[in-house]
């Protein structure tokens, strides 16, 4: 790793790959130049590209290693702010906003990412200074270079393709280059590409990464060939999706059956491959593991440990970023976010929603639990009444992934201070931070008051001290096999009803919840497996950015939060308060401006042929 950092490093003096280093981003591609460095001077070797490459893997990670704060944009988590820097591409600029917190609520989000925007450019221009230069080496390469170049160029097609796959799932159409640009003047009026044709592009990029990357990677946080396939993959069924239920807000887009069905053939056939000829697992074989009962956190299910260091390099994530931990000025910052002061001055930025907890299933039935009711806990008996949602028992008989993933009443973590432990802490909320004897030992409770729902986070939280809320180097997922195994089951959904296969790998991600298969009540039609995938892909993927894009291409947003000039739908806590109420009144433009993102005024005004989205006219 420290060899790593010290490439990325180099790279970063070399040609500037660090870019939007300062908080005034004035245009869209605003960064250094590209020609300061001279062919003669670089662009010699294999370690050169390489060297390249990994200051695009420095520059385009931060688009997308704190995904997790777009799950604020679905119904089940909270994000009240975050913990980004402003200025700092490294420290999470691109998710910084004049408004974090509306920026990241249910509505009223899609005006609040024009520095996404333009990061996720400067993340193409870094990905095609790659490709062209490394490019220009191959005609002289060596028979034994020719493989690791163009390897190189691969990964920086595949980077390409993923910074343009979250340019148009947010956008719709995008301007689409793929040159070095060296001057603002070069871009100054290009126009947006249809969505059809840049979704072309991003296809070639992934063929060629994956006709050149190799099977396995032995590098970690280097891409391979199932990373390739697998975003392919995911490409088609968004392409699918759009077409299947259409993307009226996108000017000009016309809903297509035919290529739906079609897209959804070819993304699971790629799903396919990724599951079957490459030989991943889940995580620890997809088992369960040990989970201790309420109020104990000795054992904690392996669900939990995927989340942490330990799992860095497991075949189950396909594609990840890495982080540089203690040192490095680039470690993640997952424990700041979802965690409280009692871990390491964390600020708890991130938090799971009260609603969450009625999607967990019981281990005993593999169904739904009766659904918790919000009491006081200062009424007698609430602490131990059925069903209560203060009564710690009332969590038992869970899936797993509960305890994995979020904590309770009565659930202990292990605090830390200054890089040493405090011993366990108890989560009790709305108590922050005081003396707690519980069974006869005294404890100081969870300091926090971040959470608005009685729980906090338990996932991507370390149980060790020893490293800084900002220091972390977990390698963040993009990609892991449990998401190819729900993609592929939904793709051969949409187009066969369910299948065997496809019921069984479902199956298998219950399975590390310790929940028994699927009745045949819920794989007996299209509808009622695609309500069970939907389940598994909240329970599974909770807390990693998923949720909103989810209801965004499936157009569920009225589903889930009632049809325009409704009621809306209130978010409670655990004692029964109302905390937030969403889309009350809410005209339809309010629906159609989260269904597609606003094109940054500011580049507009900058570029006369840059088109703005319907719902933001």
């Known amino acids: 790793m420290k060899r790593k950092q010290s490439i990325i490093k180099m790279i970063a003096a070399l040609t500037g790959v660090v870019i939007f280093a300062t908080s005034c981003v004035k245009d869209l591609l605003d960064q250094q130049p590209t020609t300061d460095l001279g062919a003669n001077a670089f662009w010699k070797t294999e370690a050169d590209a390489t060297t390249a490459l990994m200051g695009a893997y420095a520059d385009i990670r931060p688009v997308f290693d704190r995904d997790y704060y777009f799950d604020g944009h679905g119904e089940f988590v909270r994000t009240r702010g975050i913990s980004a820097t402003s200025g700092n591409l490294q420290r999470g600029d691109a998710y910084h906003t004049s408004s974090n917190g509306n920026a990241y609520s249910p509505s009223g989000y899609g005006q609040y990412f024009d520095k996404m925007y333009r990061y996720l450019y400067g993340g193409v221009n870094r990905a095609n200074y790659v ?21 190189v160029i691969g990964e920086a097609r595949l980077l390409r ?22 001057s603002n003047s070069e871009v100054a009026t290009l126009a947006r590409t249809p969505i059809g044709q840049v979704k072309d592009s991003i296809m070639a990029d992934f063929d060629y990464a994956f006709e050149k990357l190799p099977t396995h990677a032995t590098e970690l946080g280097r891409a391979s060939k199932p990373a390739a396939l697998a975003f392919r993959g995911k490409l ?42 490459y030989g991943l697992a889940l995580f620890r074989g997809g088992e369960p593991g040990v989970c201790d009962p309420p109020g104990q956190a000795e054992n904690l299910p392996n669900y939990y440990y995927l989340f942490t260091p330990i799992a860095n390099g497991d075949p189950e994530l396909i594609m990840t970023f890495t982080h540089g931990g203690t040192g490095t000025g680039q470690g993640e910052e997952l424990m700041r976010d979802v965690a409280g002061r009692s871990h390491e001055g964390s600020q708890c930025w991130v938090s799971p929603r009260f609603e969450i907890a009625d999607r967990y299933q019981q281990v005993s039935t593999g169904d739904f639990a009766p659904p918790l009711i919000p009491m006081n806990p200062n ?24 305890k994995a993933s979020i904590q309770w009443d009565y659930e202990f973590s292990v605090g830390m201070i200054s890089l040493k432990s405090t011993g366990m802490v108890p989560f009790i909320y709305k108590t922050w931070n005081q003396p707690v004897t519980i069974n006869g030992v005294n404890y100081t409770t969870y300091n926090t008051d971040g959470s608005n729902s009685g729980y906090v986070f ?44 496809a019921i069984e790998l479902v199956n298998k991600i219950r399975h590390r919840g310790n929940l028994p298969p699927l009745s045949g009540a819920k794989t007996a039609n299209k509808e009622v497996f695609f309500d069970a995938i939907e389940q598994e892909r909240i329970i599974e993927l909770f807390g990693e950015g998923h949720r909103g894009f989810d209801l965004r291409r499936w157009r569920a947003i009225e589903r889930v939060w009632g049809a325009p000039y409704g009621d809306g739908v209130w978010r409670l806590d655990t ?17 159609e401006q989260n269904y597609i993102f606003r094109i940054p005024p500011g580049e507009r005004d900058r570029n006369p042929n840059l088109t703005q989205n319907t719902p933001w006219l």
């Not at 490709?131 to 390897?151: D, H, Q, Y």
């Not at 393709?161 to 060296?182: A, E, H, N």
């Not at 299947?244 to 809903?255: K, N, R």
């Not at 977990?474 to 299948?499: H, I, K």
């Open 131 to 151: 490709i062209e230069n490394v490019e220009k080496m191959l005609p002289n390469a060596s028979a034994t270079s020719l493989p690791e170049l163009e390897r």
């Open 161 to 182: 393709g993923m910074v343009y796959f979250r340019l148009i799932s947010m956008w719709g159409d995008v301007p689409y280059f793929s040159r070095i640009i060296t």
């Open 236 to 277: 088609q069924l968004y392409w699918a999706c759009w077409n299947q239920f259409g993307w009226p807000e996108l000017a000009g887009f016309v809903p297509d059956a035919a290529a739906a069905q079609t897209a959804y053939n070819n993304a699971a056939a790629d799903f396919r491959s990724v599951i079957n000829d």
């Open 379 to 402: 009424t007698a008996g609430a602490r131990t009444a059925p069903n209560s949602a203060v009564n710690p028992q009332s969590y038992a008989d869970r899936d797993y992934r509960m």
């Open 458 to 501: 338990r996932k991507f939280l370390r149980n060790y001290a020893g490293q800084g809320r900002s220091d972390g180097d977990y390698s963040f997922p993009v990609m892991r096999l449990a998401d190819v195994y729900l993609m592929y089951a939904e793709a051969t959904n949409a187009v066969n009803g369910p299948q065997a296969d």
């Open 575 to 591: 004692h029964g308060a109302q905390m937030q109420r969403y889309y009350q009144n809410a005209p339809e433009r309010t629906y």
